[in-house]
């Protein structure tokens, strides 16, 4: 072999490599994501595969899941919305219990996708995003497994019935949160209604929704940096719909997810 064909070759073996080793999309790293692979949470990888929908193209949460937003375009459009939101003072907790929105999945929520369907929220939720569902014999409603690809991690999680707090259905706006920003001055009816409304409901990784509790965007935002600025989306969507507030801090860390 000529030493031309040589260097030629050993050329393109470094660019191959210089390739193969700086692209995230190569190496399936979010972008900003560190070369161990590892972000916050364990989360990899920034594409969703047709696993989740933009809540840019889901204004009633009746689509499944939640995919990222990436585009400049659709970012702008994402920061207009947010921008939208009213902001106060997170006023006090006093009073709030659980049952003031009304008893956990209620099926006779008014107002809201799928109500009076005969099947709980909880399984109305799970039906819409989960994959491989198995229902219960006799039963159309209640599932007692399937799998589930989690957005605020981008696990996918193999669920039972027999360990149901793996997979917990989160409330994007807290209730409590709620409570605080306006919603104890709601009738019965209104509370009940957010805490059932797919819109505001998201089945995710149990530990992950057990360590968001009550907190708004300033203090937790899901793991998968990639589904940030869609989660931002949510909770500003949420916001918007049932004309609530969110504190000043935490709209500057939701404009700062879609920037």
Same mark, same amino acid.
């Given at each position: 072999? =000529?030493?031309?064909? =040589?260097?030629?070759?050993?050329?393109?073996? $470094?660019?191959?490599?210089?390739?193969? &080793?700086?692209?995230?999309?190569?190496? &399936?790293? *979010?972008?900003?994501?560190?070369?161990?692979?590892?972000?916050?949470?364990?989360?990899?990888?920034? &594409?969703?595969?047709?696993?989740?929908?933009?809540?840019?193209?889901?204004?009633?949460?009746?689509?499944?899941?939640?995919?990222?937003? =990436?585009?400049?375009?659709?970012?702008?459009?994402?920061?207009?919305?947010?921008?939208?939101?009213?902001?106060?003072?997170?006023?006090?907790? %006093?009073?709030?219990?659980?049952?003031?929105?009304? #008893?956990?999945?209620?099926?006779?929520?008014?107002?809201?996708?799928?109500? /009076?369907?005969?099947?709980?929220? !909880?399984?109305?939720?799970?039906?819409?995003?989960?994959?491989?569902?198995?229902?219960? *014999?006799?039963?159309? +409603?209640?599932?007692?497994?399937?799998?589930?690809?989690?957005?605020?991690?981008?696990?996918?999680? @193999?669920? %039972?019935?027999?360990?149901?707090?793996? $997979?917990?259905?989160? /409330?994007?706006?807290?209730?409590? #949160?709620?409570?605080?920003?306006?919603?104890? !001055?709601?009738?019965?009816?209104?509370?009940?209604?957010?805490?059932?409304?797919?819109?505001?409901?998201?089945?995710?990784?149990?530990?992950?929704?057990?360590?968001?509790? @009550?907190?708004?965007?300033?203090?937790?935002?899901?793991? !998968?940096?990639?589904?940030? +600025?869609? #989660?931002?989306?949510?909770?500003?969507?949420?916001?918007?719909?049932?004309?609530?507030?969110? %504190?000043?801090?935490?709209?500057?860390?939701?404009?700062?997810? +879609?920037?």
């Amino acid at each position: 072999m =000529s030493g031309r064909a =040589s260097r030629m070759i050993v050329g393109v073996s $470094v660019a191959v490599a210089l390739l193969a &080793g700086c692209d995230p999309a190569a190496t &399936g790293l *979010d972008a900003g994501q560190t070369g161990d692979g590892a972000v916050k949470g364990g989360a990899q990888g920034g &594409g969703d595969g047709g696993r989740g929908t933009s809540p840019l193209e889901n204004p009633d949460g009746t689509g499944p899941g939640l995919a990222a937003i =990436s585009s400049d375009g659709d970012r702008a459009e994402a920061r207009k919305l947010i921008d939208r939101v009213e902001t106060k003072g997170r006023g006090p907790k %006093t009073g709030y219990d659980r049952d003031e929105f009304g #008893y956990a999945w209620a099926d006779n929520a008014d107002g809201v996708p799928w109500a /009076h369907n005969g099947c709980d929220t !909880r399984n109305d939720l799970l039906k819409r995003d989960g994959q491989d569902i198995q229902y219960r *014999d006799g039963s159309d +409603c209640v599932i007692v497994s399937m799998t589930l690809y989690d957005p605020y991690t981008g696990k996918t999680i @193999d669920w %039972t019935k027999q360990k149901a707090a793996s $997979v917990q259905i989160d /409330h994007v706006m807290p209730l409590s #949160y709620d409570w605080q920003m306006g919603a104890s !001055r709601w009738s019965d009816a209104k509370r009940k209604q957010i805490a059932n409304d797919p819109l505001n409901l998201i089945p995710v990784d149990g530990p992950q929704n057990s360590a968001k509790g @009550d907190s708004g965007p300033a203090t937790w935002l899901p793991p !998968r940096r990639a589904v940030r +600025c869609s #989660y931002a989306v949510r909770f500003a969507q949420v916001a918007l719909k049932y004309d609530l507030p969110v %504190t000043t801090a935490d709209k500057t860390v939701m404009l700062d997810q +879609c920037a």
